[in-house]
T-cell receptor
Framework: ETGVTQTPRHLVMGMTNKKSLKCEQH?????MYWYKQSAKKPLELMFV???????ENNSVPSRFSPECPNSSHLFLHLHTLQPEDSALYLC????????????????FGPGTRLTVL | GEDVEQSLFLSVREGDSSVINCTYT??????LYWYKQEPGAGLQLLTY?????DMKQDQRLTVLLNKKDKHLSLRIADTQTGDSAIYFC???????????FGQGTTLQVKP
């Protein structure tokens, strides 16, 4: 247990569905992240939130919509996805990435395995 | 641009030492990390090293950093079957919050 939980663990959805992924961290951290892990590709950073403010959007298509209502919760809203969006979506959190020169270690949740039919 | 490279696969026998290698391109990297991912799980932080260090040891794990060659390695002593997993190298820079990951090295430990 890393202190970062994700639900659901598995999700199958059609291309016309709307679904949401949830992440919750119990570590008192101030930054949260969404990553996409596809087969045979490096982890791709999607979004970064610091103190509830989005600080990075790594050219992610608009069919992925993040929401960070507070420092402990992060959502990824999904709509009209494509089969190539099937992947493991990982959430992570860290204390505060603004602290230059200090290791801002990221702690990961177990991921949501998403399959788009 | 930033890039992190790892070999994709390593096979060792139980009890042997494993050495997983990583190269990176960003000379401004401040911290370098090793994460482990077991099947069906997220990434588990194993260890990290600050860029002004050459070596860090933590029980069976030894991290070596050659900053001149931008080369990082993770040595696992007395490798066990439970060490079978994918190992990711990652770097971070002064740009807060951004980790650049390698593709991961699959470690297979044979009994």
């Amino acid at each position: 247990e890393t202190g970062v939980t994700q639900t659901p663990r598995h999700l199958v959805m059609g291309m016309t569905n709307k679904k949401s992924l949830k992440c919750e961290q119990h570590l008192g951290h101030n930054a949260m992240y969404w990553y996409k892990q596809s087969a045979k590709k490096p982890l791709e950073l999607m979004f970064v939130y610091n103190f509830k403010e989005q600080t990075e959007n790594n050219s992610v298509p608009s069919r992925f919509s993040p929401e960070c209502p507070n420092s402990s919760h992060l959502f990824l809203h999904l709509h009209t996805l494509q089969p190539e969006d099937s992947a493991l979506y990982l959430c992570a959190s860290s204390q505060d990435p603004r602290g230059a020169g200090v290791a801002d270690t990221q702690y990961f949740g177990p991921g949501t395995r998403l399959t788009v039919l | 641009g930033e890039d992190v490279e790892q070999s994709l696969f390593l096979s060792v026998r139980e009890g042997d030492s494993s050495v997983i290698n990583c190269t990176y391109t960003d000379s401004s990297s401040t911290y370098l990390y090793w994460y482990k991912q077991e099947p069906g799980a997220g990434l588990q932080l194993l260890t990290y090293i600050f860029s002004n260090m050459d070596m860090k040891q933590d029980q069976r794990l030894t991290v070596l950093l050659n900053k001149k060659d931008k080369h990082l390695s993770l040595r696992i002593a007395d490798t066990q079957t439970g060490d079978s997993a994918i190992y990711f190298c990652a770097e971070s820079t002064q740009i807060g919050g951004k980790l650049i990951f390698g593709q991961g090295t699959t470690l297979q430990v044979k009994p």
